[in-house]
């Protein structure tokens, strides 16, 4: 029998925004975060650097992060 390992929450802020979460990587916060990875024109900062597109998947998301998801608004 398998034992599901509980997942570790920590506090991050997003978009100025203090929350729980409980995503591991970049790619894993945009999904909690209903923001398709692979859209065109998402930026991500962390601490205030940018990290490129193709780091998303392997950037780990730690306790007091300051992330920054920039992205078009729509209605333009």
């Known amino acids: 029998m ?3 390992v509980p997942k ?3 506090k991050i802020t997003i978009n100025g925004e203090q929350r ?3 995503a591991a990587t970049v790619v894993d916060l945009l999904m909690t975060e209903s923001v398709n990875p692979t859209a065109k024109f998402v930026a991500v900062a962390i601490n205030g650097s ?3 597109r193709q ?3 392997a ?3 730690k306790t007091g992060d ?3 998801i920039v992205q078009p608004a729509p209605g333009g």
Do not use: A, D
Request: glycine share 0%; proline share 5%.
């Open 8 to 10: 570790m929450s920590k």
């Open 20 to 22: 729980e979460i409980q």
């Open 2 to 4: 398998l034992h599901e």
């Open 55 to 57: 780091s998303w998947s």
């Open 50 to 52: 940018v990290i490129p």
């Open 66 to 68: 300051t992330v920054e």
């Open 59 to 61: 950037t780990k998301v």
